[in-house]
């Protein structure tokens, strides 16, 4: 009774549904935690609103910052959050009920280094510098000159690695690939 398709470029991610049998009616909602949801009116016998599964993440990793900061998110390992390497929870007693929002111990400029994580989903971009003027060694130097830097990354992995992207606070929705 309904076609669905849902089409993702690099400026958007769409949903689009249409009802292809007159008689039923569908709401699509978003969830205040960023879970998209679709119910749908039976009509007669039942004459019922039905909700259908989640359309929208199709996994617990696709919710927006579920690991809070410095968490990193991946389906294959239980619990799905883990802190990345170096971080502790700042709330362990929440952590471990699986309360990851509280984000983890902060980084010390002086101190801290980098440690390079692979097959990752880029996180949060709102908060980060684009400059796909310069490759990964500059962009480096660049990060380790400023003590506002987080992380950093090429911004084109699939196409040689070229261009820079740093992040300058906290990292948000990481995920493994």
């Known amino acids: 009774y309904t076609t669905y398709r849902i ?3 690099k400026e958007e991610a769409t949903y689009f549904f249409s009802v292809t049998n007159e008689s039923f009616f569908s709401i699509l909602r978003m969830s205040s935690s960023g879970v998209l949801k679709r119910s749908t ?22 919710l927006y910052n579920k690991c809070g900061a410095y968490g990193l998110c991946d389906t294959n390992t239980s619990p799905n959050c883990v802190c990345i390497h170096g971080f502790q929870p700042r709330h362990k007693e929440a952590w471990d009920l699986h309360d990851w929002t509280g984000g983890k111990t902060p980084l010390n400029c002086s101190r801290d280094g980098f440690e390079k994580l692979r097959t990752m989903k880029l996180p949060d971009i709102t908060k980060s510098i684009v400059d796909r003027s310069i490759g990964l060694e500059e962009c480096h130097g660049k990060c380790i000159g400023n003590c506002n830097c987080t992380a950093y990354a090429n911004t ?8 820079c992207v740093i992040w300058v606070e906290e990292i948000l929705d990481l995920r493994k690939n």
Do not use: A, E, F, Y
């Not at 009116?41 to 696709?62: A, E, F, N, Y």
């Not at 084109?156 to 261009?163: C, E």
């Open 7 to 9: 089409t993702v470029t």
């Open 156 to 163: 084109d992995m699939q196409n040689g690695g070229s261009g």
């Open 41 to 62: 009116w039976i009509p007669k016998p039942q004459q019922m609103w039905k909700r259908l599964d989640s359309v929208l993440p199709h996994d617990t990793c696709g």
